[in-house]
């Protein structure tokens, strides 16, 4: 089993439409969680960065955490064509990956909004 | 303020040549992070550096190694190349290591 899984997609959902990304994990030892957007041949972006369970809302995207169930979920409201991108959760159980720099990503989900 | 930058774009080898790869972070960083992304995978960690010591080293073969400059740029080298390197390979910096990590936009590597 990985250590982190994502349904890689594709997601194709119409202009306004409410998104919802997930990640399921293994390591009960993750504390810290992230998601990245990534256009096509660009690097990868911060989007939420979250700590243990809980909600973080900024702007139309909300991220969730789930320690009990090992589940993380990112959800776009009113989306945009300009939100088609892939998708990447990240996890750590240090603060960005700690000292050692180690972030293990899940696989990416490709999302297309279509106008 | 310019991102990370990284060096070249692209590049296409043969099997069993060396390959450099070069990375300039954000100024005032002082950690840069190497990661391996294989198409339709998230990226996987080779190596962090932080003041030109490794600090991190991912489950990579000896035949990638990396280095940190007194200005706190970084090369990565991958010898014997496999067609298995090929693959865009993604520069992070971060302050210290330890928090929001910015990634430059990758140098993709064909193998042949």
């Known amino acids: 089993q990985k250590e982190v899984e994502q349904d890689p997609g594709p997601l194709s959902v119409p202009e306004g439409a409410i998104v919802s990304l997930n990640c399921t994990y293994s390591n009960s030892a993750f504390q810290y969680f992230m998601w990245y957007r990534q256009y096509s041949r660009k690097g990868p972006e911060l989007l939420m960065y979250?700590?243990?369970?809980g909600n973080k809302e900024d702007g139309r995207f909300t991220a969730q955490v789930d320690k009990s169930s090992k589940y993380i979920s990112l959800f776009i409201r009113d989306s945009q064509p300009s939100d088609s991108a892939t998708y990447l959760c990240a996890m750590s159980a240090l603060s960005y990956g700690g000292s050692q720099g180690n972030l293990i990503f899940g696989k990416g989900t490709k999302l297309s909004v279509k106008p | 303020d310019a991102g990370v930058t990284q060096s070249p774009t692209h590049l296409i080898k043969t099997r069993g040549q060396q390959v450099t790869l070069r990375c300039s972070p954000i100024?005032?960083?002082?950690?840069v992070s190497w990661y391996q992304q294989v198409l339709g995978q998230g990226p996987q960690f080779i190596f962090q550096?932080?003041?030109?010591?490794?600090?991190g080293r991912g489950n990579f073969p000896d035949r990638f190694s990396a280095r940190q400059f007194p200005n706190y740029s970084s090369e990565l080298n991958v010898n014997a190349l496999l067609l298995g390197d090929s693959a865009l390979y993604l520069c992070a910096s971060s302050f210290s290591g330890e928090e929001t990590q910015y990634f430059g936009p990758g140098t993709r590597l064909l193998v042949l």
């Open positions: 550096y932080y003041e030109k010591e490794e600090r």
């Open positions: 979250t700590y243990s369970s």
């Open positions: 100024s005032g960083h002082k950690s």
